[in-house]
């Protein structure tokens, strides 16, 4: 039969305590068979000292080659090869230079007296003069003129009423037949000739009013 609980104690009041962490006592004997493990396999081995390598001589040493990468120097190899070049060809173009000043020191003076005076070239004569053309024309009849010429004008112009009214049929070309010519040309008006000469536009206009026969 249980016992009922005392009335003086009183029920823990707050939060229940869990325990954290439990501990627990060593197996000792499950570490002394280990070690008793090791200890047999270690009975089948033997100890070994190892080969010191500092006591070798120094001359069966051999030092390793450099590492080369393929194409780590090219560029080095082109540029240098490119300066190379450029220096070169500016000795040749140097020493060329310095061959050819003399040479054309030398030949300037030479060539100087062997060129031959220029001959002047011969003057071309003087063109002829042309004979002065008329602007009237070719059979251009003018005070001073006489001739048959003459007088066949004097006759035309004595068939054109009041031009040349009582005037003489003599051959010369005066100034009264100037006169004549000159008031024929304005009355008609005949302008291509010259006032008082008897040119071709005259000359074609009396014809076409004078018949031949009236000559």
């Avoid at 047999?40 to 080369?68: F, N, V």
């Avoid at 020493?95 to 060129?115: I, M, V």
């Amino acid at each position: 039969m249980s016992t009922p609980p005392d009335p003086s104690e009183e029920p823990q009041r707050g939060p229940v305590l869990e325990p954290v962490r439990v501990l627990r006592p060593r197996r000792f004997d499950a570490l002394a068979e280990l070690m008793r493990e090791i200890r047999q396999d270690a009975e089948g081995y033997e100890s070994i000292t190892p080969e010191r390598h500092a006591d070798r001589a120094e001359e069966e040493t051999q030092e390793l080659p450099p590492l080369r990468v393929p194409g780590a120097h090219t560029g080095r190899g082109l540029r240098r090869a490119a300066v190379a070049a450029v220096v070169g060809a500016a000795a040749l173009v140097g020493f060329g230079g310095a061959l050819l000043l003399p040479g054309r020191g030398d030949a300037a003076p030479s060539a100087a007296p062997s060129a031959e005076p220029s001959r002047s070239a011969p003057s071309a004569p003087p063109a002829a003069s042309a004979p002065a053309v008329d602007p009237d024309g070719a059979g251009t009849l003018r005070e001073g003129d006489s001739g048959s010429e003459v007088v066949a004008l004097q006759q035309r112009l004595l068939r054109i009423p009041d031009v040349y009214r009582d005037g003489a049929t003599d051959g010369r070309y005066d100034a009264v037949l100037a006169a004549a010519v000159a008031r024929f040309q304005l009355w008609y008006g005949i302008r291509g000739d010259e006032t008082g000469v008897y040119g071709d536009d005259t000359r074609r206009d009396l014809e076409s009013r004078t018949s031949p026969a009236d000559g």
